[in-house]
């Protein structure tokens, strides 16, 4: 293979720049294109090439991660990028953890399983483009030219006269060079990877499991207060009154005040409104705040949200599927007669219910007002959107206002709504005093930006040979008008659609009153389920092996095409390719022994795979379900394409199996209800995830390596795993499940 060279546009450039004690820093300037910011970000100036790199005198390299750390590994994963081209050994690589700036790190944001594609042609730049230096400088020093020396552990090599320099020894002269021409700045084969493609620790990890202080929930500042706020459990409530006098007399409790949402332009309070009416009491412990808190009388203004409820929503949404659908997303052919000509009809109805994200870490943040600025520890997944929400609401310049980004417990897709930055600031503002603001579980439950619940009615038409020649689907799920809510829609280039001819999917939507957003995988964590257990009922309907239905399915397909932005499943990727599909269909079709083994009455495999987030997967699970309905996973068998490089395996194999352990809490026991407007389940007992006793033995993880550049892993394993227990459980007892959680259906772990 061939070295790979990168152009990079003309204004790119390198800048060095000397450091104390005869270090270097090191920066590669990129297109700006390259790092739109995330969602709620204002597009990022032209990144100021200051530090990637620091090479000390002693040839201690420390890189910085520039993204948001939350259990991912993206701090690991982005200086490994760098090391590998600079061609510095990884046991002398020091990982710094960067504050958010916009003006020096393009698109420092997580969520969408964007990092790797995002990042795998820049930072391995920035790396190349550091180690082409230092061979220069070696090259002047010794009067040799440059094609002649070679680089290997952070020294430049000329074998001929067998001298070698350590980057330490040239910092200095590096550091007074001018920048290499791009067009020049070679990458590694990657046959000589050292780094990449080789497991290595995650950063951070001793200091996790022996309890160091890195969280923001750890965070503490001198003079520091503990903030909790109380909001109304209806969306929209205010407050009318409350004992604030007899709050403040309880031991420990500073502050107790009303916070009053501030007229500020921006999303309705369905949407992402950042503050809301509430109660702030601030202490010297959060012990004494909370303590406080049980003693709180409030009376509230619910508004009319209050009468809402989940038994509405589901009476709702039958009527609704009843009559003309509101909207077509999509009409390929002519379904209508194509089901009346079909030889046989297959016809079921699906729901799935409201998630809550429930991260380990509960959401807060750490906030102090000082000289007119604003100083904050967050974990946020959007700092840009975050920053500006701040600055909007408190009538700040966003200049104004640093954010530090701390290690998140977890998110999932939660931190990607900023309203706990927001309160921490207006709380630490009104205090006067440096305020850490930290939710208690119940708040974290019943104050969610949740994975939307959703009905879908379908049908199929199958000729006399078992093809699909007709497919329906009325979605029925919430917002208002043609506007559904965030995650609440299924894109207009969604398996199945392009691999049937006569394809519909239309939409009818109803109010809501609690506010959705992206969960792990997001749309996609659901049209999975309902896709491709829909699927198995017809190729059971059509007498097909499950497997052998699918491949059929996708030889039927289109060539894939650009799809339009589909809110975080991908948007503005092609849809299915077919053969990358297929591929690892057969793929975990092989290593699962698929049809060759017998099993006794109440064992059986089910099958199922879904794109999401530029990643195509396919699973099977292997399940017993006793004559209780207890269900007892055997095992599971993965089977990914990301592309041509798995960068560092043990943690791709690790998120990959927390992936599927996620789905399987969804797929069991989770679920959100709503009554009088407010969430019903408020902890894990309500709210249930996966237990170490119930995880099946072994989730078997196999990688198809292809062309593709490598895209990430933190949403599209999880998908799949739904329907192929779901199916399992089919295939075992002959009950077809179309309604989650399992536990509503009389299902439970073994």
């Known amino acids: 293979m061939r070295p790979e060279k990168k152009q990079m546009e003309r204004r790119a450039f390198l800048r060095i720049s000397a450091l104390a ?37 002693d040839g201690t390299v420390t890189i910085v991660a520039k993204n948001p750390e939350l259990g991912q590994g993206v701090k690991t994963m982005l200086p490994m990028l760098i090391a590998e081209e600079l061609d510095v050994d990884w046991k002398r690589v020091k990982i710094e953890q960067a504050d958010f700036d916009d003006s020096k790190y393009p698109a420092q944001s997580a ?158 309070l369905l949407a992402d409104p950042g503050l809301v009416s509430g109660i702030a009491i601030l202490a ?3 012990w004494h705040a909370q303590s406080a808190r049980k003693a709180l009388k409030v009376e509230w203004n619910e508004g009319p949200i209050a009468s809402q409820s989940s038994v509405e929503y589901a009476k709702r949404a039958e009527e609704l599927s009843k009559q003309a659908p509101q909207t077509t997303v999509r009409a390929d052919g002519d379904v209508d007669a194509a089901l009346k000509g079909a030889a046989k009809v297959v016809e079921a109805a699906y729901s799935y219910p409201f998630i809550s994200h429930a991260p380990l870490e509960p959401q807060g943040a750490t906030a102090h007002f000082h000289d007119g600025k604003m100083e904050m520890w967050t974990n946020s997944q959007q700092p840009g959107g975050g920053r500006r929400q701040v600055a909007q609401t408190l009538g700040m310049q966003e200049a104004d206002i640093t954010l530090h980004m701390t290690r998140g417990g977890g998110g999932f897709g939660r931190r990607l709504t900023n309203d706990y930055l927001v309160e921490a600031a207006f709380i630490a503002k009104q205090a006067g005093v440096p305020v850490k603001l930290l939710w208690s579980r119940e708040d974290d439950m019943t104050h969610d930006y949740y994975r939307p619940g959703g009905f879908q009615y379908l049908k199929a038409g199958l000729d006399a040979s078992g093809k699909v020649v007709a497919w329906r689907n009325h979605f029925v799920t919430y917002g208002e008008g043609e506007r559904a809510m965030s995650s ?25 009153g609690i506010r959705t957003g992206a969960l792990r995988a997001p749309g996609s964590n659901a049209i999975a389920f309902v896709t491709h257990s829909f699927i198995d009922e017809v190729a059971h309907a059509a007498g097909k092996d499950p497997v052998q239905f ?34 690892v269909l057969q793929l975990v079709a092989e290593k699962s022994g698929w049809g060759k083994k017998t099993y006794p009455k109440g064992t059986a495999m089910g099958v ?12 099977v699970a292997e399940v017993t379900v006793d004559a209780a309905n207890k269900v007892k996973i055997n095992k599971i068998w993965v089977a990914a394409d990301v592309g041509s490089q798995i960068i560092n395996p043990g943690a791709a194999d690790n998120i990959v199996q927390g992936g599927i352990i996620d789905g399987l809490s969804e797929l069991m026991s989770q679920e959100i209800t709503v009554d009088k407007g407010r969430v019903v389940e408020t902890n894990y007992n309500r709210h249930g995830m996966v237990r170490m006793a119930q995880a099946p033995p072994a989730i078997e993880v196999h990688y198809l390596k292809t062309t593709y550049d490598p895209t990430g892993l933190g949403e599209p394993a999880l998908p799949p795993i739904l329907p192929a227990v779901a199916n399992a459980i089919f295939s075992a007892t002959g009950k077809r499940v179309r309604s989650l959680p399992l536990s509503k259906s009389g299902f439970g772990w073994a």
Not at 608 to 619: C, P, V
Request: aromatic share 8%; charged share 15%.
């Open 21 to 57: 004690g005869g270090g270097v820093m090191l920066g590669l300037q990129t297109g700006s294109q390259l790092f739109a910011q995330g969602r709620g970000g204002a597009p990022p100036a032209p990144p100021d090439p200051h530090n990637y790199i620091r090479v000390a005198a």
């Open 111 to 268: 969520g969408g399983s964007t990092a790797t594609p995002t990042n795998w042609l820049p930072m391995r730049q920035v790396g190349a483009a550091g180690r082409a230096l230092f061979v220069t400088a070696a090259a002047q020093s010794w009067s040799v030219p440059e094609g002649e020396c070679t680089t290997a552990s952070g020294r430049v090599m000329h074998k001929a006269s067998d001298r070698s320099l350590g980057y330490g020894e040239l910092a200095a002269k590096v550091a007074g060079m001018p920048a290499p021409a791009l067009a020049n700045v070679t990458l590694k084969d990657p046959a000589e990877y050292k780094i990449i493609g080789h497991t290595q620790t995650a950063t951070d990890l001793h200091d996790i499991v022996t309890g160091k202080p890195i969280f923001t929930i750890d965070m503490k500042l001198p003079g520091m207060l503990f903030a909790v706020f109380e909001k109304c459990g209806v969306v929209g409530g205010k407050v009318v009154s409350a004992n604030l006098d007899e709050i403040k007399k309880m031991p420990g409790v500073k502050q107790a005040f009303v916070v009053d949402r501030p007229e500020v332009k921006g999303p309705s």
């Open 284 to 286: 010297e412990t959060w």
């Open 488 to 512: 609440a829609t299924i894109g207009p280039a969604e398996f199945p659609q392009r691999f049937v001819t006569n394809y519909s999917l239309l939409q009818s939507t109803q109010s809501l």
């Open 550 to 583: 699918r491949l059929d399915l996708l030889d039927a397909g289109a060539a894939p095409q650009q799809a339009p932005a589909q809110g975080g499943r991908g948007g503005g990727m092609p849809g299915v390719n077919a053969d990358r599909m297929k591929g």
């Open 608 to 619: 199922a795979f879904h794109f999401s987030h530029r990643g195509y997967f396919a699973e």
